[in-house]
């Protein structure tokens, strides 16, 4: 997904920018570019493919002097991935450039009216009728130039713009897409992503829908669309430098696996009190509970996918009927939701278009929101009435991994606090409380527990499909585990209920046929264990996820995963620890790009 920097400072800007790019390369891009004014004039380099290529082109900045600049990374939508179509957008008179991340719903009845109006188009993008437009509005203050355009603009932005006659200026705005303001010292930033920035600076201003920011080396001024000026907080980033690479790990996919026993211990932490599990920020929520009638979850991807695995802790503690909807389909099927309806709604970046659609969509109905958010200040917790953040930190790798984790491990936490609310209180409550205590450490044992991982990911890596197949609480952790595998490793990968396989796809099965067989959960492990059989005895080959001491299916599976002995009601956050490996692990047999597969995007903020 496109990613937007700005700087303005003393030092020459094109270093910088290309630095951010690069911070901002995970988010999947097609193509990117920077312009830089100096002198009072503009210049942009532009490029198709990686940010490698715009640091050879322009010498790693070198060729680019000046000290105030944009720059962006681009993932088409309007128009295919080419150098014309990279941003920076630059008008006919050469006085405007423009980087914008979202898409202008009305840009085509735009771009009829300034061609009428004698401007010519280079693009096929949305964005050029941005720069038109300012180019249109300005009469020597960009302040009225930007809210004008603005006015015009229908859809989601977040706009940064430099002009050749505000020497030492740089612009931005927002509506609907994120932006965050960075504060330096003698030199001031503007990103899409925290990321982009950390390495210069803690100290960020998120702005919001509507806001408009005017940065010079010195000072950074806020004003709204009357063009008046506003004191905004500014906030500190407490993720360091480290956090957003690396750390020593061949890629990020593997270290955010590593770091999930941190990660869930963060999230649980701070909320389990005297025995109890607290949640400050839902004190208002807990007042409403006794009129909530039903609890819909909704959320796209892995998100969804934490929200089937949560639904089973959240039934049985708190014995609200919980439906699981994509939002993709939520948002459009006209749903009977009312204002006894908790919508929950699970996002690690918070920014998914189709996400915060399907929230609107239930917001409008009269729905109480709730939102499962890792990233701070992101459009769906802006939204929400109720907020919980998952503390995974940041996430870089494009398949999630430390982000599903802490979202099912506030799942299981919010069915233990609506529980006590509700005067629910399971007898077995202090087991639910002890076990979520030790999800972090079963987390290490689930990775210290599968040595044998690499070596199985090289007997399946030229597998033509993988059958992942499990009942109830496993059945919601083999839809997560048959994503990770097709996302990173290109391999087919599809998840089943065990019990639906002879409704028609045992046809499947043939001699040699990997099946990963997901055996968690002993109340229904004989039925599982029987569907192990019958596909076993049409010649697959059978790689079951298990606890250790589990004779039975020990004797009929090929091969093994382990988990540590769990209770079934919060062993999904376990149980795809060994999968996330073994999807790793195949796509490093396959030469996979594993932290930017290829047509993914990590925040998908367009329809
Ligand atoms: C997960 O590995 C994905 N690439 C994807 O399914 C993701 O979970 C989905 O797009 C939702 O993203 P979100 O959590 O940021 O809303």
Redesign the pocket.
Known sequence: MCGIVGFVGMQKAAPILLDGLKKLEYRGYDSAGIAVMDQQVISISKVRGRIANLCEKTQDGSLMPGVVGIGHTRWATHGAPTEENAHPHLSNDGRFAVVHNGIIENYISLREELIKDGYHFLSETDTEVIVHLIEMYYRGNMRDALIKTVNRLRGSYAIGVICSEEEGKIYAVREASPLILGIGIGENFFASDVTALVNHTRNVIYLEDGEFAELSAQSIKIFDCSGTEFRKKATRIMWDVQAAEKGGYEHFMLKEIMEQPGAVKATIAPRLRDGKVVFEELEGLAAELPNIRKIVIT?????YYAGCNGKYALERLSRIPVEVELASELRYSDPLIDEHTLLIV???????AD?IAAMRECKSRGAVTLAIVNVVGSSIASLADYTVYTWAGPEIA???TK??TTQITVLYMLSLFFADCLKRIDKDEDKFIETLQALPRMIQQAIDMNPSVPLLAKKYHESHALFFIGRNTDYAVALEGA??MK?ISYLHAEAYAAGELKHGTIALIEEHQPVIALCCNPSIMEKTLSNIVEVKSRGAEVLALTFRHNQKILSVADDLLFIPDVDALFSGVIEIVPLQLLAYYVAKENGCDIDKPKN?A???TVE
């Open positions: 959320a796209c991807g892995s998100a699970i996002s690690q970046s918070g920014e998914t996400t494009v398949a999630t982000g599903f994503l990770k996302e993914l990590k925040s998908v």
